[in-house]
T-cell receptor
Framework: KQEVTQIPAALSVPEGENLVLNCSFT??????LQWFRQDPGKGLTSLLL?????REQTSGRLNASLDKSSGRSTLYIAASQPGDSATYLC????????FGKGTRLHILP | GAGVSQSPSNKVTEKGKDVELRCDPI?????LYWYRQSLGQGLEFLIY????????KSGLPSDRFSAERTGGSVSTLTIQRTQQEDSAVYLC????????????FGEGSWLTVV
C-alpha cells in the first residue's frame, strides 16, 4: 500500500532564504509525482508534475526533483517570499492519487 | 471550461437534510475525483470516476454518500441525512485520463452541518 510522508510538518524561515521540502513514498512504482500548494480556505493549485521518466522540473523559483529508486522527492524554493506562505502537498500518481499530509510553510517578513 | 468548477461554494444545512454538491471538470478530462478535507486535516479520498463509471468507490464513508457522473462530464456528490461530522470542504479534481496525468482541483464546496 502506497504511503506518502512529508517532512517537516511545519516550517518557518526568514524571507529571502532558500528552502527544501521533502516528500517520501513507500512504493517506488509510482508513475508520476505532483506538487501542490494550498492557501487557507482554498483549493489545491498545481505547481509541478514530474513524470516517471524525468528527474526534475523547474518553474520560476521552484524546482522539484524525483528519485524513484530511493522513494523521494524534494521541492526547492529559491529566494523565499512572504507570498510563498501556504501548505505544500505532494501526491504520488498512479491508478490512485495518494497525498501526503503537507508541510505548512511560513515565510517571515 | 477553463478550470474545475464546483458549486455551491458554501452550504449550511440542518442535520438530517440531504445535500448535493456539483463538480464540472475541465472539458475533455475523463478522470474525475472527489476528496474531503476536514478542518486542519489531510485529504481523504472518496471516489474516482473514469468516464461515467466509478472503478473505485472505496473511500465513501457510509451508504449515506453516493456520487454519479453523467455524459462523462458533470458529477454530483450526494450526502443523505447529513450529520455534523460531514462538515468539511469537498474537493473535486479532474485529469486528462488516468491519475498519471496532471491533476487539477476546484476551489471546493464548504459544507457546514448545524
Amino acid at each position: 500500500k502506497q504511503e506518502v510522508t512529508q517532512i517537516p510538518a511545519a516550517l518557518s524561515v526568514p524571507e529571502g532564504e532558500n528552502l527544501v521540502l521533502n516528500c517520501s513514498f513507500t512504493d517506488s512504482a509510482i508513475y508520476n509525482l505532483q506538487w501542490f500548494r494550498q492557501d487557507p480556505g482554498k483549493g489545491l493549485t498545481s505547481l509541478l508534475l514530474i513524470q516517471s521518466s524525468q528527474r526534475e522540473q523547474t518553474s520560476g523559483r521552484l524546482n522539484a526533483s524525483l528519485d524513484k529508486s530511493s522513494g523521494r522527492s524534494t521541492l526547492y524554493i529559491a529566494a523565499s517570499q512572504p507570498g510563498d506562505s501556504a501548505t505544500y502537498l505532494c501526491a504520488g500518481l498512479d491508478d490512485k492519487i495518494i497525498f501526503g499530509k503537507g508541510t505548512r510553510l511560513h515565510i517571515l517578513p | 471550461g477553463a478550470g474545475v468548477s464546483q458549486s455551491p461554494s458554501n452550504k449550511v444545512t440542518e442535520k438530517g437534510k440531504d445535500v448535493e454538491l456539483r463538480c464540472d471538470p475541465i472539458s475533455g478530462h475523463t478522470a474525475l475525483y472527489w476528496y474531503r478535507q476536514s478542518l486542519g486535516q489531510g485529504l481523504e479520498f472518496l471516489i474516482y470516476f473514469q468516464g461515467n463509471s466509478a472503478p473505485d468507490k472505496s473511500g465513501l464513508p457510509s451508504d449515506r454518500f453516493s456520487a454519479e457522473r453523467t455524459g462523462g462530464s458533470v458529477s454530483t456528490l450526494t450526502i443523505q441525512r447529513t450529520q455534523q461530522e460531514d462538515s468539511a470542504v469537498y474537493l473535486c479534481a479532474s485529469s486528462l485520463d488516468r491519475a498519471r496525468n496532471t491533476i487539477y482541483f476546484g476551489e471546493g464546496s464548504w459544507l457546514t452541518v448545524v
